[in-house]
């Protein structure tokens, strides 16, 4: 079956424009999960959503955020953008909630702020 | 969160094995010991969890240690597809969410 798609693969956006990711996770996963890579701070986890609800969040400002449709897609839109938010961007599904399972990431969407 | 503690790299030659270690001295009945790899310009991979038995799947083996404050990662014939990072990771039992925390993970280098 089709993996974790992200889209677009690339952006190139400006300072203090806005910017919307998608996520398709697997089919038949509800949880959608959402995490920043830098090479200064890693991995960080930003927000996870389950059944169109945000079940949990990251130390990441308001200007970050989510939503998740009844189909399980999801996107995250960041606002006001600044040049460190310069990141690749990755979103993960898993079938079910609870750490007896895995989660399935995409390749992940490479934000360039300029 | 309880806390890991992994070598930042480490050094194999191809077709031996590898063994990854992981320390979590803090680690609570709980919680389950998870593994990652992210290979160069992908997303991370699931390897590998478990909670107190060691474990076997089609990647690798993991290891647990008897009072479970340690773990290892064991790829059992490395190939240049195995450089990578990889990533040691506890998730709580009572924490129902998906939430992965990733540490910095130990860089494996595969000589061929």
């Known amino acids: 079956k089709a993996g974790v798609t992200q889209t677009p693969r690339y952006l190139i956006k400006t300072r203090g424009q806005q910017v919307t990711l998608s996520c398709s996770p697997i089919?038949?996963?509800?949880?959608v999960s959402w995490y920043q890579q830098t090479p200064g701070q890693g991995l960080q986890f930003l927000f996870e959503?389950?059944?169109?609800?945000?079940?949990n969040k990251g130390n990441f400002p308001g200007r970050f955020s989510g939503r998740q449709f009844s189909n399980s897609r999801s996107e995250m839109n960041v606002s006001t953008l600044e040049l460190g938010d310069s990141a690749l961007y990755l979103c993960?599904?898993?079938?079910?909630?609870?750490?007896?399972?895995?989660?399935?990431f995409g390749q992940g969407t490479r934000l360039t702020v300029v | 969160d309880a806390k890991t503690t992994q070598p930042n790299s480490m050094e194999s030659n191809e077709e031996e094995p590898v063994h990854l270690p992981c320390n979590h001295s803090?680690?609570?009945?709980?919680?389950?010991i998870h593994w990652y790899r992210q290979l160069p310009s992908q997303g991370p991979e699931y390897v590998i969890h478990?909670?107190?038995s060691n474990v076997n799947n089609r990647m690798a083996s993991l290891a647990i240690a008897e009072d479970r404050k340690s773990s290892t990662l064991i790829l059992h014939r490395a190939t240049l597809r195995d450089a990578a990072v990889y990533y040691c990771?506890?998730?709580?039992?009572?924490?129902?969410?998906?939430?992965?925390?990733f540490g910095s993970g130990t860089r494996l280098l595969v000589r061929p």
């Open positions: 990771i506890l998730r709580d039992e009572e924490d129902s969410s998906y939430k992965l925390i």
């Open positions: 478990g909670l107190t």
């Open positions: 959503y389950f059944s169109e609800t945000q079940r």
């Open positions: 089919s038949g996963h509800r949880s």
């Open positions: 803090t680690i609570s009945g709980t919680d389950y």
């Open positions: 993960a599904s898993s079938g079910t909630r609870g750490p007896n399972t895995e989660a399935f």
